[in-house]
Every structure is written in C-alpha cells, then in structure tokens.
C-alpha cells in the first residue's frame, strides 16, 4: 500500500497535443494536398466521437480502405509513428513529475489506442521520467478499480486537463483523492463543461505550476464531492 500515488494525464496535460494536431495538419497538407488531409481528419474527427480518444493510426487504416492504391499511407503511417513528441512536451513538465516522484509514485494515466498512445509516452521521455509507471486505458474514468490493483495507495492524486473526468474520480473516489485541473488546452476552456461541473479540489493554470504546491497542501484540498 502507498501513502500516495500521483495520476497524471498526458494529453494537455503535460503535452501540447493541440500543438501536435495543427502540426499533423499541417504537414499532412504539405506532403499529401488538402483533400488527403481533410478526408483523413474527417475520419479523424469521426473516431474520436465515437471512441472517446484520437485514434490516429485507427484513421489512417479507415483512410487506406478508401484509397487502396495510395501509396503515399506507408509515409503517413512513418510521420506519425516518428513524430519528434518530445518537442510538445510542456515547459516544466518533465519537473513537475520529478517532484512528485520525491513525494510518491508517479503514474501516468492516459486514453488511447494500444499502439501509438504508449509509442506518444515513449518518445516523449515521459515513460522514462515515471520509472515506466504508465496506464493505458480506453477510458480510465471507468478504470478505478484496476488503477487500484496495479497502484494501491491511502490517497491520490489525479492531474487532468479534462473537468468532466476529474469529476468522475472526484465521485468515486470522494476524499481519497485529490483532482488537480490544469488549464491548458482546448477542453480545459470548454464553457459548457465549466459551467455544469463541480471545480476540482485545485485549479492551476500550467503543469509548472504544479511544485508550487507542496504535498501537504495537495493532500489537505481533497474534498467530498458535490452531490
């Protein structure tokens, strides 16, 4: 049993994944033309209402059934996969999970495909720089007991840039758990998502901003959720 354990997302969170799409976007324009790169995001766009997370490879073979005799998918399927992610990786990030790895165990706890979500942790040195503590779900949200199974703890800590499942912990959880919203990203300004939500135990503005805080505080700010 750990005194406490700290969940930290990935997407928004302690990467700029809105700066990775407009990245992809881009250069998918650049080397393929504006209507490969559309139709791919269309599919793309598709994907992620209906599963939840970005399924960038489950997109390019939606793309490939399309378009059997476009060649051009291998080199789409090499930019993805050899994205450079450890550029999008936010200042402050990498310290932020140093600190919290001198108060408990880091975890990162992220959605995503089963390929390219764990490759995206890699490549970013975010799996190295958790002692390769790292969970992939398709939705964590509905993943609580499991996440207790591989890291039993008194308390967590769980790091998100999405209100709506911070909420959701927050009501499983009660006050065993500490929901920390960082503001950064698109979904983190979602006005509907504010308004209708509860706040989380704290609110930061950067991932940076995080060590700031100390563990004591962290620990003191949990809170029963509101009904």
């Not at 998918?73 to 990030?93: H, K, T």
Request: aromatic content about 10%; glycine content about 4%; charged content about 30%.
């Amino acid at each position: 049993m750990n005194e406490v354990v700290f969940l930290v997302d990935v997407d928004n969170t302690l990467l700029d994944n809105d700066r990775i799409r407009v990245d992809i976007q881009r250069d998918f324009e650049a080397a393929y033309g504006a209507q490969s790169r559309d139709r791919y995001w269309t599919i793309q766009e598709r994907l992620f209402v209906e599963l939840g997370y970005r399924d960038y490879l489950g997109a390019l073979q939606i793309y490939r059934k399309e378009y059997p005799e476009d060649m051009r998918v291998l080199s789409m399927a090499s930019y993805l996969i050899d994205y450079p992610f450890a550029d999008r990786v936010y200042p402050g990030a990498l310290a932020a999970l140093r600190r919290l790895r001198e108060w408990g165990v880091a975890v990162i706890l992220t959605d995503g495909d089963v390929v390219f979500q764990p490759r995206k942790v890699e490549r970013a040195g975010l799996a190295q720089a958790v002692d390769g503590n790292v969970l992939v779900y398709v939705h964590k949200e509905a993943a609580v007991a499991d996440i207790e199974r591989h890291y039993p703890a008194r308390h967590y800590v769980v790091v998100d840039d999405k209100l709506r499942i911070l909420d959701e912990i927050k009501r499983m959880w009660a006050k065993r758990v500490t929901t920390v919203f960082v503001r950064q990203g698109a979904f983190a300004h979602d006005a509907g998502a504010l308004a209708s939500l509860a706040p989380a135990d704290l609110t930061i503005e950067h991932i940076a901003d995080l060590p700031s805080h100390d563990l004591a505080a962290l620990l003191a700010a949990a809170r029963q959720p509101f009904r």
